[in-house]
């Protein structure tokens, strides 16, 4: 998924607290970018994920935010049964952006179990897990299901960008989308859309897709197909790659988790600015577990290849979602990502009880 640019307006999740009078400058609820910075901090909480423990990587920095009950996880949306294969990271385009300045945690080191030979980033928990941390850097809100009716043409070139991880029109993932969405249910709203999708696929341009598009799209939101179809497009090109790769390097759930979110922003790819580079970068820094290496330092290295990729795109120049998100989990030895989760992006904190 490629990069993008920052967002005009945007919607908070029904789920943000606002700690006591807190003005919060809204964050573009796009898929990549967040350009305002939010003057008080809201708590977002949510109780997915593991049992809690004593050790939680707070990366909010001690900015004296009240603690807040958690809201309830939502119910799931219909099941991605039969979701196509993984598909090898080979090919695409650079996705998702972000442009506002970073916010560094301060944080005291928690003990974590690590290694990949404990629960996977494909557990069910550990991936809700997962879908709360992404959807916290791409919408702002940890409700990741509020996200299948998003659309809007954020101007980064890259058109229409919708649903839950931010498919675009001009780089053939939406395309894909509604191809699936079609064979799943073949007179949905948005079929007569094909020709032009593919038409503007590679480009900015809406040709045969305004003025409804974006009406039928959020139409297409509430069908439970529809929900489905983008749950499947998301692990056959973005979750399941990922974790294979993961699984495949030795790295254990943090370290998937830091493998998706590159290929949701960057897509996949060999280029440099795609996840494939960003990955040989690394390699030629570290070694993963499964060549010997040490995982700490190999996530360390990753992650410099990573805001390197992040710094060569001007759409890209936030790297909040690193530096008071991942680099603080890493830096905590939290290898499992083991819940009570804190950090923050954008200024924002959020927690994972």
């Not at 607290?17 to 919060?24: D, E, T």
């Not at 603690?67 to 090919?91: I, L, W, Y």
């Not at 973005?238 to 790295?251: E, H, I, M, R, T």
Request: charged share 15%; net charge negative; aromatic share 6%.
């Amino acid at each position: 998924m490629p990069p993008t640019a920052v967002l005009a307006t945007a919607a908070l999740s029904a789920t943000a607290i606002a700690v006591g009078v807190a003005v919060v400058v809204p964050h573009s609820g796009d898929h990549t970018s967040k350009g305002a910075v939010a003057v008080t901090s809201p708590i977002v909480s949510s109780s997915s994920g593991d049992a809690p423990s004593s050790q939680a990587a707070d990366a909010s920095g001690g900015s004296g935010a009240a603690t807040v009950s958690p809201s309830p996880t939502p119910t799931p949306s219909a099941a991605s049964v039969g979701s196509p294969a993984p598909s090898p990271v080979s090919s695409g385009a650079t996705k998702h952006t972000s442009a506002a300045p970073a916010h560094v945690a301060t944080t005291a080191p928690a003990a974590h179990s690590s290694s990949a030979s404990g629960t996977g980033l494909d557990d069910p928990r550990k991936k809700e897990v997962a879908m709360e941390l992404v959807s916290s850097a791409e919408n702002s809100s940890l409700n990741w299901r509020a996200q299948y009716a998003y659309i809007e043409d954020i101007k980064d070139g890259r058109g229409y960008t919708g649903g839950i991880i931010g498919f675009c029109s001009g780089t053939g993932d939406m395309l894909e989308l509604v191809q699936h969405y079609t064979a799943l249910a073949p007179n949905n709203v948005l079929a007569k859309y094909l020709g032009a999708l593919k038409a503007d696929n590679g480009s900015d341009t809406h040709n045969g897709l305004d003025p409804n598009f974006t009406a039928d799209w959020k139409t297409a939101a509430a069908d439970p197909l529809f929900q489905r179809a983008q749950d499947d497009e998301r692990d056959r090109s973005y979750f399941n790659p990922a974790v294979s790769q993961g699984k495949a390097d030795g790295l254990g759930a943090l370290g998937q988790f830091i493998y998706y979110d590159a290929l949701v922003m960057h897509g996949p790819g060999s280029e440099p600015l795609a996840f494939g580079g960003i990955r040989s970068a690394a390699l030629g820094k570290a070694k993963p577990p499964s060549q010997g290496g040490d995982e700490t330092t190999y996530l360390n290295a990753f992650l410099d290849a990573r805001i390197a990729a992040m710094k060569a795109d001007p759409s890209h120049q936030d790297t909040s979602r690193i530096d008071t998100e991942q680099r603080v989990f890493v830096k905590n030895g939290n290898l499992a990502l083991t819940t009570p989760l804190r950090w923050s992006v954008y200024g924002d904190a959020y927690v994972i009880n």
